[in-house]
């Protein structure tokens, strides 16, 4: 598609919205964005950055559907990666203990469960720097296992090496989510142990693969506004954007290096949903990590921000998450009704 405009920079916010809205209603979305461009939406004054960001999710999307996925963790612990927000790293001084991958068993058990709530994918973590062939040989059991039970799949198994996504992808594999976490520039001082490249060459590997990509970030360990606009454009100008985009508040855990790390405004969250909304209109914008901590107002303005996705159930990896309760009273409160696995299936594949 044409966009009128090529570059916003000295735009006013009114242009610039106008801009964006039209030139997504003919199927294509935009991939050319500049880091200057998403600075501008992400300072845009947020009744217009709000406004645009739920025009333009209603051209996509049914407003009041939420996509549910449930997220369980088969290796917990141990990581040899160094990751600052993380409580599962060898390098930290969190409490949580190295297990070992969890049976196949279990995982059915779990994905049943999470079905039984509604959720409509299933999705594992695992705390490895990357999966040994073993590991893998499990993992494809486990995906298919719940592929059996009618659910979509997604893993999160840290780095791949060639070859190991076309096995994935083989066992029935429908996501693979790897983040970007932050900005290329503030990404050092969160992590050493792999690189931003590192973590492009495998999403190119699972795209590669023809697996959709779950890829985001986290906010709220230390980053400007700026960090934040600049890792939704590195997200945006992927070959294909993300199928899904998720936007993690940090949790800070004791024991991590980030664990005292003053909160971010959850106004700064609001802001990089409706931005990753303008700029990845098609995407699932899922709120992540950190909705244990919001009120049900905040999450209600991610919604209208353009969020559509969220994770159900108590707990997430290791830290805790809203209980199935208290998320069903909050959608029953909006009218927010869980989205049909046929519906987000729909929107993948329209995805570019
Ligand atoms: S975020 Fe993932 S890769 Fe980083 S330390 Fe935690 S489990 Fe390991």
Known sequence: MVFPVRSIADMTIQNILSAILPGNTDGTVRHDWTETDARALMDAP???LIHAAQTLHRQHFDANEVQVSTLLSIKTGGCPEDCAYCSQS??????VGADKLMSLDAVRAAALRAKDAGATRFCMGAAWRGPKERDLDAVCDMIAEVKSLGMESCVTLGLLDDGQADRLKDAGLDYYNHNIDTSETFYEEIISTRSFADRLDTLARVRDAGINVCCGGIVGMGETRADRADMLQAL??????PKSVPLNMLVAVPGTPLADIDPLDPLELIRAIATARLMMPKSMVRLSAGR???????QALCFLAGANSIFYGDTLLTTGNPAQHTDKALFDKLGVRPMPAENHADAVTATE
Request: glycine share 0%; net charge negative; no cysteine.
């Open 46 to 48: 947020f009744n217009d």
């Open 90 to 95: 060898a390098h930290n001084e969190a409490d």
């Open 236 to 241: 945006a100008t992927l070959p294909d954007h």
């Open 292 to 298: 244990l901590e919001m009120d049900a107002a905040t």
